[in-house]
């Protein structure tokens, strides 16, 4: 089991464009949506005073017919409407866009039919009645210039389709009555009169359109603005949260050997004869005050980023002997059996921080180890060095396998934890991060554990007398058991 060692990141990635513009286009989308029922509306209430006007002027049958077409597309788009909001409503997103691209020709057709009344009323009805059926179909471009120019592509296909079709109404219609006078100067006057107005509507659109986009990518924008210092003042309250719990576990451990000194010192100052024994303890109280402030001091220099790193040439039989005349009195003074395995091997690392991690998983082991014995070996595998801690000792149930890395975190059962600090694998964890290196622990409760450090991909060849240069490299590889 690989246990993650690594403190949690709570950073806000901001969104890709492709993302952004895909929220942006879905409330485009919305906004044109929104817009369709009062638009239909509209054309429902217009419809009435059109065909009123023009009954008795235009010819009935083309009249009944345009009613006719005009009904059938007003009860589709209703029911566009009542499927959008069914299905699409709820979601961003492409569907939106695709919704829209897919029933866009029922915008084309609404306009292409708006062109019927000035078809029907031009040169052929009263010139009130025309001047009511150009005003009504002015009236239906310029509506819908604010309803649906925050679908670029619907608006277009309306405003080109609406004048098309009144654009041709005028231009048959002038060519049918050229026998009129001045009909021809009216048509000419018409016609570059549309050009004009489809001109102003679609750059009136376009700045329309962008007005609703950058509303939209503003408020996209704030609102990943708003989720990173969400997450960010989240994170902050955490810090300061463990920076507390930190420093009163701090306070605590520090309170007990500067308590127990102060009474040894009063012990040592009414009964000076007592000093053989006294010193011992007075002694002790100090090494614990010494390796918290040690343990202290490395994680804050740590977490400030100010540990620095000496890379160089480490012999790992040399190691491990140091190592091992470290920590043999302590293993003799348990009736632990201490042993380390290794091949001739020199390897580039730091040796401070390497025997500063290794240091830490075997004072681990010894303290929770009551029987048995305590081994610390290197494996050579096909692309990697794994140091390896073992221990007989009481193990770590499941539940605590990712807590004992936390700062001042102790298993409460567990025999040996009363002179600990809780600092020990924290340091561990926080060191092997530095150096790149993976930090796994396999370990069942009441049979023991096993720490492993496993050092990056290295490139190895044989020098002198069979010894193996292992020259670390940048990079984190992964490593199954």
Known sequence: MLVDTQPATYQHMPASPEVRDQWVDSQLVGVLMDNVGPSLLAASVSMPVLIYLMAGEVNTAALVGWTLLMLGTLVYRYRLIGLYRLQYDHVDGPQRLEFVLRYRWTWAAVALLWGGPVYLSYLQASITTQFVCAVVVLGQGLLNLTGFSAC???????????????????????????????????????????????????????????????????????????????????????????????????????RQPVHALSLYADWLATEPEMAREIAPRILQSTRAINELFDSLFDLTRIDAGNYKVHLQHVDVEKLFADLQLQFEPVAQGKGLRLRTYTRPTVLWSDPVVLRRILGNLLSNALRHTHSGGVLLGLRHRDDMLVFEVWDTGVGIAREHQQAIFQEFFRVSQHQGTEDSLGLGLTIVSKLTSLMGYQLSLNSEANRGSVFRVLLPAFTQQEIGTGTTVVDGQAGNENSGH
């Open 152 to 254: 670029l592509p619907v608006f277009r296909s309306y405003a080109n389709s609406l004048t098309l079709s009144v654009l041709l109404a005028v231009i048959s219609l002038t060519a049918i009555h050229l026998d009129q006078p001045d009909v021809l100067q009216k048509g000419l006057l018409f016609g570059a009169l549309i050009v004009v107005f489809w001109f102003l509507i679609m750059v009136a659109g376009a700045r329309l359109h962008q007005v609703h986009r950058s509303s939209f990518e503003l408020q996209f924008s704030n609102q990943e603005l708003i989720d990173s210092l969400t997450l960010q003042t989240r994170a902050s309250l955490r810090a300061v949260a463990t920076k507390n719990r930190f420093l009163a576990s701090a306070a605590h451990d520090l």
